[in-house]
Protein backbone atom coordinates (compact mmCIF):
# COMPACT_ATOMS: atom_id res chain seq x y z
CA UNK A 1 0.00 0.00 0.00
CA UNK A 2 2.81 2.47 0.54
CA UNK A 3 3.89 2.29 -2.90
CA UNK A 4 0.22 2.83 -4.32
CA UNK A 5 0.03 5.88 -1.91
CA UNK A 6 3.24 7.48 -2.56
CA UNK A 7 2.73 6.85 -6.36
CA UNK A 8 -0.74 8.30 -6.17
CA UNK A 9 1.00 11.68 -4.12
CA UNK A 10 3.87 12.23 -6.97
CA UNK A 11 0.69 11.85 -9.52
CA UNK A 12 -1.46 14.37 -7.28
CA UNK A 13 1.85 16.20 -6.94
CA UNK A 14 2.83 16.10 -10.63
CA UNK A 15 -1.30 17.21 -11.21
CA UNK A 16 -0.70 20.34 -8.81
CA UNK A 17 2.49 21.36 -9.96
CA UNK A 18 0.97 21.40 -13.83
CA UNK A 19 -1.89 23.31 -12.45
CA UNK A 20 0.35 25.75 -10.60
CA UNK A 21 2.63 26.25 -14.53
CA UNK A 22 -0.62 26.60 -16.24
CA UNK A 23 -2.03 28.91 -14.10
CA UNK A 24 0.88 30.98 -14.01
CA UNK A 25 0.82 30.60 -17.67
CA UNK A 26 -2.28 31.99 -17.96
CA UNK A 27 -1.64 34.88 -16.07
CA UNK A 28 0.96 35.72 -17.77
CA UNK A 29 -1.19 35.54 -20.86
CA UNK A 30 -3.62 37.24 -19.32
CA UNK A 31 -1.11 40.02 -18.40
CA UNK A 32 0.38 40.44 -21.69
CA UNK A 33 -3.44 41.01 -23.11
CA UNK A 34 -3.84 43.38 -20.74
CA UNK A 35 -0.75 45.48 -21.37
CA UNK A 36 -1.12 44.92 -25.41
CA UNK A 37 -4.80 46.40 -24.77
CA UNK A 38 -3.73 49.50 -22.83
CA UNK A 39 -0.85 50.27 -24.92
CA UNK A 40 -3.66 50.11 -27.85
CA UNK A 41 -5.99 52.45 -25.82
CA UNK A 42 -3.46 54.87 -25.47
CA UNK A 43 -2.48 54.65 -29.58
CA UNK A 44 -6.34 55.12 -30.25
CA UNK A 45 -6.07 58.33 -27.17
CA UNK A 46 -3.16 59.83 -29.32
CA UNK A 47 -4.55 59.16 -32.34
CA UNK A 48 -7.95 60.95 -31.45
CA UNK A 49 -5.67 63.79 -29.98
CA UNK A 50 -3.78 64.26 -33.27
CA UNK A 51 -7.21 63.99 -35.10
CA UNK A 52 -8.68 66.86 -33.10
CA UNK A 53 -5.70 68.86 -33.50
CA UNK A 54 -5.28 68.09 -37.28
CA UNK A 55 -8.93 69.24 -37.33
CA UNK A 56 -8.18 72.50 -35.68
CA UNK A 57 -5.17 73.07 -38.10
CA UNK A 58 -7.57 72.61 -41.34
CA UNK A 59 -10.17 74.95 -40.02
CA UNK A 60 -7.24 77.53 -38.98
CA UNK A 61 -5.77 76.82 -42.71
CA UNK A 62 -9.03 77.53 -44.04
CA UNK A 63 -10.02 80.52 -42.57
CA UNK A 64 -6.55 82.12 -43.35
CA UNK A 65 -6.93 81.35 -47.11
CA UNK A 66 -10.41 82.91 -47.05
CA UNK A 67 -8.32 86.15 -45.36
CA UNK A 68 -5.84 85.54 -47.71
CA UNK A 69 -8.47 85.61 -50.47
CA UNK A 70 -10.26 88.91 -49.12
CA UNK A 71 -6.61 90.40 -49.08
CA UNK A 72 -6.28 89.58 -53.00
CA UNK A 73 -9.43 90.39 -53.64
CA UNK A 74 -9.10 94.40 -52.38
CA UNK A 75 -5.43 94.50 -53.40
CA UNK A 76 -7.35 93.71 -57.15
CA UNK A 77 -9.46 96.48 -56.13
CA UNK A 78 -7.11 99.06 -55.86
CA UNK A 79 -4.88 97.85 -58.59
CA UNK A 80 -8.17 98.73 -60.63
CA UNK A 81 -8.38 102.07 -59.01
CA UNK A 82 -4.81 102.94 -59.39
CA UNK A 83 -5.14 101.96 -63.48
CA UNK A 84 -7.99 104.03 -63.68
CA UNK A 85 -6.20 106.74 -61.94
CA UNK A 86 -3.25 106.52 -64.09
CA UNK A 87 -5.33 106.56 -67.33
CA UNK A 88 -7.07 109.94 -65.83
CA UNK A 89 -3.88 111.19 -65.53
CA UNK A 90 -2.65 109.94 -68.74
CA UNK A 91 -5.29 111.79 -70.65
CA UNK A 92 -4.48 114.88 -68.49
CA UNK A 93 -0.93 114.89 -69.47
CA UNK A 94 -2.00 114.61 -73.14
CA UNK A 95 -4.79 117.39 -72.71
CA UNK A 96 -1.53 119.08 -71.27
CA UNK A 97 1.07 118.12 -74.03
CA UNK A 98 -1.10 119.10 -76.32
CA UNK A 99 -2.69 122.99 -74.83
CA UNK A 100 1.35 123.32 -75.02
CA UNK A 101 2.20 122.21 -78.58
CA UNK A 102 -0.70 124.51 -79.94
CA UNK A 103 0.86 127.63 -77.64
CA UNK A 104 -0.15 130.95 -76.83
CA UNK A 105 -2.61 131.10 -80.24
CA UNK A 106 -4.92 128.23 -78.54
Avoid: K
Wanted: without cysteine; aromatic residues 2%; proline residues 1%.
Amino acid sequence: MPDDYEERVTILERAQLLHDATLRRYGDMLDRHEDSRLRHEEMLARHAEEMALLRGLMEQQLRTQAELRAVADRLAQRQDQHDEVMRHLAQTLDAIRDMLDRGNGH
